[in-house]
Structures are given as C-alpha cells and as structure tokens.
C-alpha cells in the first residue's frame, strides 16, 4: 500500500502564493503517476495537475500558468507551487498516486487533504 500525507495548506489573499507537500511512504517504488485534485463545497472533485513517467506534467485550464506540479523521487515528495491564487481556487486540495507501473484510470491512493483558502 502507499501512504500519502500532505501539508502546506492554509488561509491566504488573493494574489498570494502556497506551497503544498505530499509525503509519500510504502510501496512506492515504481510509481510513474502522481498528481494533485481539489474539491470545493458542493461541487465535484477535479484534477488540478498530474506528472507522469518522464516527467510530463499537465495542468487543468483554470491554474495554467499559476501552478506549478513537481516531484523529488529521492525524497519521495510530491509539490505543488501556487501563485496568484484567486478565491475560485478555494477547496480541499488532495494528493493521489497511481499503482506502480501503471497510469491508467483513477488513482489508486489518496491522501487525507489540506485546505486551500483564498480571501478576497
């Protein structure tokens, strides 16, 4: 199993910037595909940003540009670095990984989720 934990979240302006973590523990030799999902109140979870094998990264619409998705396989740390953070992107920020050697479908593991809130 793998294990994901992430921090970073909190209460910031509009315009601001964060930095949100994912520890990564277990099995987690071979994973290829880990990627970050929010969800606001009353709305359905969606993908933010994803980085896969070889390091491709994709990124939704709405944080083109604002968001930055990395991963320190050595630390086995996944990152997330927001800047000109607008109130739309409030939400439960959530950590997920895929089974190792696979990045079809829906992740497989997920974290506890941090809280993103931006003031306006």
């Known amino acids: 199993q793998v294990q994901l934990v992430e921090s970073g979240g909190g209460l910031v302006q509009t315009g601001g910037s964060l930095r949100l973590s994912c520890a990564a523990s277990g099995i987690i030799f071979g994973i290829n595909a880990m990627a970050w999902y929010r969800q606001a109140p009353g709305k359905e979870r969606e993908l933010v940003a994803s980085?896969?094998?070889?390091?491709?990264?994709s990124y939704a619409d709405p944080v083109k540009g604002r968001f930055t998705i990395s991963r320190d396989s050595y630390k086995n740390t996944l990152s997330l670095q927001m800047t000109s953070l607008k109130p739309e992107d409030t939400a439960m920020y959530y950590c997920a990984a895929w089974r190792p050697y696979d990045e079809s479908g829906e992740a497989n593991f997920w974290g506890q989720g941090t809280q993103v809130t931006v003031s306006s």
């Open positions: 980085i896969r094998s070889a390091g491709r990264t």
